[in-house]
RNA sequence: GCGACUAUGGCGAAGUGGUUAACGCACCAGAUUGUGGCUCUGGCAUGCGUGGGUUCGAUUCCCACUAGUCGCCCCA
């Protein structure tokens, strides 16, 4: 093999593409009935957004950042999620003087993270994600979390489960991270070296470990629930009750941190609840960064979104049986023997795809039999033969392949007896 | 970044330190001189991820590399 695909990244063929597209085209026409309209950013940025945007202390920024120089010195970074390049095209663009407010936005793309490829896990993948600037209101926060939903509503996902959380506003966060590093500190030497280092950068991360689940501190820990100010339990008690309104089950979860540190109040996460999704088990993950826009040197504005990942969507749908779509068969082909058979059916083949057909010919100097054969497999509804019995009569032999019935039609005519009987036409 | 397992034709999959690398599917041809899906017959890897090493000899043993799968970390 000369040349291998590059590292974690994959090549989406025909008879894939087809759920792809599917899936794109679901989530695109609900984008439009919530009142959402498509952003596109570039693949890659300033590393400088990241760094401001995402945070330096987490992971994303830490490890898996696909950086590089260009050819003038600049530091640049494939995009590792698509929240800090909108929030950056909101600012550069001045969208915040939009006359439409909220700015409702939605987005679909790869991204990329350097990581060691596992089961949902690549280095490059393709988020759908959503973001609404411009407004605090925490039906904005229901909104967003039905839209999530609602896709894998539509698509037809069972098995999913919504978690959310509030990490609620600065100051709840500061008193909540007091309390922590007091909780933890005396102690901090019992829990793994991650933990130890969390202490100092980012104690909330502790609360997400795996390795120390069981410790006890863990157990006694102080919950960020306890520590929301009023204005942040109230927010967090309206998108409850919002979410109730619209019937969506959820569980909150006080330890649903999040990696990314630019999230306060409301956090989620769509999860798949079915065996054998270990890594990939986050279908979705979202929630609120009012603090974003600012930081990164816009208006102080507010902002929700979420993001998922496409691939681990049609693996939860494929893990679960779900309908997809299959590739669509063709309406007729053209079978030709002889030499000017052959020159008639190039000039049928196009005349019948001009007429909206889905058409097809013999492309291998097949025989009749193996062009046949070849009409069997790519699901030919008709079959159009011409050979020298036809030239002459000047009607084409035309096979119905579900049923083998076999007709007469005048080339003049075939363009309409086909778009008739394959539906195309009205 | 760490760990485990794996790597044979287009796909799936057996196999052995030594003359011809099973089998199934797919594909091609023929039986059928103009007709698919069924059946039968024949064809289809000088090659066993890449590079080294051990050996008289390696697809088979050893090492490295690459890639895949899964787990950890973290996340979509």
Redesign the pocket.
């Known amino acids: 093999?000369p040349f291998?695909?590059?590292?974690?990244?994959q090549d989406v063929l025909p008879g894939e593409t087809e759920k792809w597209q599917h899936v794109e085209q679901v989530v695109r026409s609900l984008c439009g009935r919530y009142g959402y309209e498509e952003i596109r950013t570039p693949i890659f940025e300033h590393t400088e957004l990241f760094l401001r945007g995402v945070g330096d202390t987490?992971?994303?920024v830490q490890k898996e950042m696909y950086t590089f120089e260009d050819k003038g010195g600049r530091a640049l970074t494939l995009r590792p999620?698509g929240t800090a390049p909108v929030a950056r095209a909101f600012v550069e663009h001045k969208l915040y003087g939009s006359p439409n407010q909220p700015v409702k936005l939605y987005y679909t793309g790869p991204m990329f993270?350097y990581?060691?490829?596992?089961?949902?896990?690549?280095r490059q993948?393709v988020?759908f994600g959503v973001e609404v600037l411009g407004s605090s209101d925490p039906a904005v926060d229901a909104e967003v979390i039905a839209l999530a939903m609602h896709i894998y509503n539509e698509l037809g996902l069972q098995h999913i489960r919504l978690v959310i959380n509030s990490l609620g506003d600065l100051d709840s966060r500061r008193a909540h991270r007091e309390a922590l590093v007091r909780h933890f500190e005396s102690r901090i030497h019992e829990l793994c070296e991650?933990c130890q280092a969390r202490l100092q950068t980012n104690p909330l991360?502790i609360l997400?470990?795996?390795?120390d689940r069981g410790h006890e501190l863990m157990a006694t820990a102080p919950s960020i629930l306890d520590y929301l100010n009023d204005e942040s339990r109230a927010y967090f008690e309206k998108v409850k009750h919002y979410l109730a309104v619209l019937d969506i089950p959820f569980v909150v979860d006080s330890r649903l941190?999040?990696?990314?540190d630019y999230y306060n109040h409301t956090t989620f996460?769509i999860m798949s609840d079915l065996e054998?999704f270990?890594?990939?088990?986050?279908?979705?993950?979202g929630g609120r960064y009012n603090g974003l826009v600012q930081e990164i040197g816009g208006p102080e504005t507010p902002g929700i979104g979420f993001?998922?990942?496409i691939?681990?969507l049609l693996a939860a749908l494929e893990a679960e049986g779900g309908e997809l779509p299959v590739r669509r068969g063709l309406d007729c082909y053209v079978v030709a023997?002889g030499e000017q058979a052959k020159t008639e059916a190039v000039r049928l083949v196009y005349e019948l795809r001009r007429a909206g057909l889905r058409v097809d010919q013999d492309y291998l100097g097949?025989?009749?039999?193996?062009q046949?054969?070849?009409?069997?497999?790519l699901g030919a509804s008709f079959v159009v033969?011409?050979?020298?019995?036809?030239l002459e009569s000047g009607a084409a032999?035309v096979?119905d392949?579900?049923s083998?019935e076999?007709m007469k039609v005048p080339f003049g005519e075939l363009a309409h007896v086909l778009a008739k009987r394959t539906g195309r036409e009205e």
């Open positions: 093999m291998q695909i590059p590292r974690g990244t987490t992971d994303i999620e993270r990581e060691r490829p596992e089961s949902g896990r690549f993948f988020q991650d991360r997400d470990c795996k390795k941190v999040r990696g990314l996460e054998g270990g890594a990939g088990a986050t279908l979705c993950g993001a998922l990942s691939e681990r023997v097949r025989k009749m039999k193996a046949l054969k070849a009409a069997d497999r033969m011409i050979g020298d019995e036809e032999t096979k392949m579900a083998g076999q």
